[in-house]
């Protein structure tokens, strides 16, 4: 301790010093030794004895800052949502809203095209009862009174042509497609998909051909 205040006593003299006499011009560099050169000399010899060395001083080594590191967090993803189903009550009013399709042929055109438009048929509503003209007629009415769109496939014009050239094979027209027809005249929300060509031709384009 007594070492550092001789130090600090030094370092106060030539700062005195500096102050006494004021900056030295470099042109002058005699007075400037002889202004504050002394006070200079007996710091570099009181040096050594402060650092306990014998003749130079020893290196001071600044210690590295240490800085505090933020901790480590584990990013946890979001399990996958799993499929929700619906509920009765969803799953009907979804069916209340899909399309009817009609037409002839409910086996090989109906059923396959209701399917790839998401589309209701007579058979979805019958539920396993047995068909019959008179609830043919009342699913027509139902479906129209709940507002749903119609899609009509058309005629099976592959099954007419074979009826028509062998009359033991296909089928002739029918006679429940064409009444549903008649049951949707004027009806707005009815949509067309079907084309015709002639009396054996025709179809739903990218579906009968």
């Not at 030295?24 to 402060?50: I, K, M, N």
């Given at each position: 301790?007594?070492?550092?205040?001789?130090?600090?006593?030094?370092?106060?003299?030539?700062?005195?010093?500096?102050?006494?006499?004021?900056?030295?011009?470099?042109?002058?560099p005699e007075a400037a030794y002889t202004a504050?050169?002394?006070?200079?000399?007996?710091?570099?010899?009181?040096?050594?004895?402060?650092?306990?060395?014998?003749?130079?001083?020893?290196?001071?080594?600044?210690?590295?800052?240490?800085?505090?590191?933020?901790?480590?967090?584990?990013?946890?993803?979001?399990?996958?949502?799993?499929?929700?189903?619906?509920?009765?009550?969803?799953?009907?009013?979804?069916?209340?809203?899909?399309?009817?399709?009609?037409?002839?042929?409910?086996?090989?055109?109906?059923?396959?095209?209701?399917?790839?438009?998401?589309?209701?048929?007579?058979?979805?509503?019958?539920?396993?009862?047995?068909?019959?003209?008179?609830?043919?007629?009342?699913?027509?009415?139902?479906?129209?009174?709940?507002?749903?769109?119609?899609?009509?496939?058309?005629?099976?014009?592959?099954?007419?042509?074979?009826?028509?050239?062998?009359?033991?094979?296909?089928?002739?027209?029918s006679t429940v497609y064409g009444r549903e027809?008649?049951?949707?005249?004027?009806?707005?929300?009815?949509?067309?998909?079907?084309?015709?060509?002639g009396k054996y031709q025709g179809g739903v384009?990218?579906?009968?051909?």
């Amino acid at each position: 301790m007594k070492r550092w205040v001789q130090l600090i006593l030094l370092l106060l003299a030539a700062v005195a010093a500096f102050g006494s006499n004021g900056l030295v011009s470099s042109f002058a560099p005699e007075a400037a030794y002889t202004a504050y050169g002394g006070a200079v000399e007996r710091l570099e010899q009181r040096l050594p004895d402060v650092y306990g060395g014998s003749g130079q001083s020893a290196a001071v080594t600044r210690p590295e800052p240490c800085l505090p590191t933020a901790p480590k967090t584990q990013l946890s993803l979001p399990a996958p949502k799993q499929p929700v189903a619906l509920l009765p009550e969803a799953a009907e009013t979804a069916a209340k809203s899909a399309p009817v399709v009609i037409r002839e042929n409910m086996l090989g055109r109906v059923k396959p095209y209701a399917r790839n438009v998401g589309g209701y048929t007579i058979d979805d509503w019958l539920a396993g009862r047995q068909w019959s003209q008179q609830l043919n007629d009342q699913f027509i009415v139902e479906m129209k009174e709940q507002g749903r769109m119609f899609i009509d496939i058309g005629p099976d014009f592959e099954r007419r042509l074979a009826n028509r050239i062998n009359p033991a094979e296909g089928r002739s027209h029918s006679t429940v497609y064409g009444r549903e027809r008649q049951q949707l005249l004027n009806y707005d929300n009815y949509q067309r998909v079907y084309e015709r060509s002639g009396k054996y031709q025709g179809g739903v384009s990218e579906f009968d051909f």
